[in-house]
């Protein structure tokens, strides 16, 4: 019995996955109105305008590795790193699978449509390298054969015809093929121990470039395949380390290029000149790894994950800079001001205004996994796998101070005043005003999973690996055991609600719970909370605890009525085919999300009438 609806409101989306030395495959489509790129098993879809606006497609088993967009605007075909291509539509919501072909044996690591939408030239590391196949049936049109004779990194298609296929190799050559079907012309030696890490023809057919790990760009002719001669001249290579993107302007005279050297480039392929240079900070975590100009906006990929914008009029700093999390995000807190704070399994933290999407980063953040946060007055407090504790305005400014723990902590909560609980696994410690004033060993040897503290600062409840709930009173700056809460399994999340009259619980065995926090009995009727299908990950009570939110391993959400215990409301795959990682309220009726697709998600909860 349902106690209303939940409605999803708005994907803070993930950035890439990037990796140093291996090139991020950017796609967009026809009509310039998106981008896209891989992260994890998730492909992730975003308005060049407006890239709050995205969505994604999560139907990958593996690691999406790369996209393409047909020329059609209907339909992306992607491909992951077991070798299987998915073709699906693009002009619904349920974005369906139109054809699925286990196409190679390995990564798919870049993918071509002819200008039908008809045929496309899928390529990877396997053996064979590459196929060319129909679309609508899988069957060949082509053979990538007596080519290369290691993995091919690109493919470039010609959009016109008559058709011909460009590819670029860690053979150190750039493969020509006329078709179809596709068959091999003849191999370009133009850079002697350099993989050729980049191909791309532009729009008019009329020539293509292929860019290497040596820094250098070739430009060939695009009808039969001829060298034509060095990007920039050959009076020195275009880029100072190894380039992995490439990408033509719609007018097809112009290119940019990206590399490890921190840069990206605007070129006027035509007069083989150079027109801009982009520059990024002196840092490894700016090398550029992926470039797309699409429609007016030129985009580019650093290690870093960062999306920047780049205007030619003002080439020295990016006009736009997308910020966020590359790696799954494990905690998530609210100040009720608007704002949302995560932590990554990188250490990374950060602060986005819930209504615009805008992300910046802490400074002053952990150098391992976030584990918990938790937002106290203008203070933010973070726990990480290295063993520390953090203070930070939470406007991002300098770190107040940060101390080593006494072992590894778990879970964090704080109170409405200056107090705070940290649960670790041999400890239990509490801090007031920034500082440690008592740790005591976990009673009985238990590990802390979790803990809460009330908002008044009264009591603090740690959940255990003994299947315990330990309640302890806090006296002055001392902590007092006070009683035990037998469980069935152990607890790894809990939550006080906000008049400190109940307690919530979340258990390994897929249970959630409300205590009645006097006398820490079940409140009737919650004992029957038990519809998740794996361990529960988070739960927090709304702000007018009226509502209970959890989130869990099986990748569903669930809110409970405190007043119709019998009801409640389930949303399946709120982060599809990811662990739901950690949950909070933004208001009475809002909160975020967050899993191991890498996304913070928010909804709106409309109770019954």
């Known amino acids: 019995m349902p106690t209303g609806t939940v409605a999803a409101d708005q994907i803070y989306a993930t950035l890439p996955t990037t990796e140093r030395g291996k090139k991020v495959n950017l796609t967009g489509d026809p009509k310039g109105k998106y981008f896209g790129y891989g992260r994890t098993k998730h492909l992730i879809m975003r308005d060049v305008a407006n890239p709050l606006e995205c969505f994604t497609y999560d139907d990958h088993a593996n690691n999406v590795t790369s996209a393409c967009y047909a020329p059609s605007g209907f339909y992306v075909a992607s491909g992951d790193d077991k070798g299987l291509l998915k073709i699906w539509d693009t002009t619904q919501p349920d974005h369906k699978v139109k054809y699925e072909y286990q196409v190679l044996g390995g990564e798919v690591t870049d993918i071509g449509w002819t200008e039908d939408s008809k045929r496309l030239a899928i390529v990877g590391n396997s053996a064979p390298p590459g196929r060319a196949i129909l679309w609508d049936s899988g069957s060949s049109c082509g053979s990538f054969e007596g080519g290369h004779t290691k993995g091919i990194n690109s493919v470039s298609v010609k959009q016109n015809r008559p058709y011909r296929l460009a590819t670029g190799s860690e053979d150190f050559e750039n493969g020509f093929y006329a078709g179809p079907p596709f068959k091999i012309d003849h191999m370009n030696k133009e850079s002697p121990g350099k993989y050729v890490n980049m191909c791309r023809y532009a729009a008019d057919g009329s020539v293509y470039v292929t860019a290497t790990s040596g820094g250098k760009a070739f430009i060939y002719d695009g009808k039969d395949g001829s060298c034509k001669g060095e990007l920039n001249g050959g009076a020195e290579s275009a880029h100072g380390g190894g380039i992995y993107g490439l990408s033509f302007g719609a007018d097809s005279t112009k290119c940019i290029t990206c590399s490890a050297d921190k840069t990206v480039k605007m070129w006027d392929v035509a007069n083989n000149a150079l027109l801009h240079t982009f520059t990024f900070p002196d840092d490894n975590q700016y090398q550029q790894l992926g470039c797309l100009w699409q429609g007016d906006e030129i985009i580019s990929v650093g290690l870093n994950g960062f999306i920047s914008y780049l205007d030619p009029a003002a080439p020295a700093a990016p006009k736009r800079v997308i910020k966020g999390h590359a790696t799954n995000v494990m ?29 910046e980063l802490f400074e002053a953040a952990p150098k391992s996994q976030v584990v918990e946060l938790a937002v106290q007055g203008d203070t933010l407090i973070t726990i990480a796998q290295d063993d520390t504790i953090s203070f930070s305005p939470k406007d991002g400014g300098a770190l107040v101070n940060s101390a080593k723990l006494e072992s590894q902590p778990r879970s964090v909560s704080a109170s409405a005043g200056d107090l705070a ?120 009570w709304s702000p007018d605890c009226q509502h209970l939110l959890s989130g869990s391993l099986d990748t569903n959400l669930y809110v409970w009525s405190i007043a119709l215990k019998n009801a409640q409301i389930e949303v399946k795959a709120a982060h599809p085919t990811a662990n739901v990682n950690a949950v909070a309220w933004t208001s009475n009726n809002t909160f975020v999300t967050s899993g191991n697709d890498g996304c913070v998600r928010s909804w709106s909860l409309t109770p019954s009438a």
């Open 331 to 359: 905690a998530l807190a609210t100040d009720g001001a608007g704002s949302y704070f995560a932590g990554g399994v990188d250490g990374r933290v950060s602060r986005t205004a819930i209504a615009s999407g805008e992300t």
């Open 421 to 540: 609980a940290v649960a670790m696994q041999g400890h239990v410690s509490l801090f007031k005003g920034g500082k440690c004033v008592f740790t005591v060993p976990n009673d009985g040897g238990f590990e802390g999973l979790s803990c809460a503290i009330k908002a008044d600062g009264s009591e603090v409840a740690v959940g255990g690996s003994d299947s315990k709930i330990h309640i302890f009173t806090v006296d002055g700056e001392t902590l007092v055991a006070k009683q035990q809460v037998v469980s069935k399994t152990t607890v790894h999340a809990l939550d006080y609600s906000s008049d400190g009259a109940m307690l919530a619980a979340g258990e390994k065995s897929r249970q959630v719970k409300a205590y009645d926090a006097s006398t820490y009995e079940d409140i009737a009727g919650t004992g029957r909370w038990k519809r998740h299908t794996a361990m529960i990950n988070s739960v927090k």
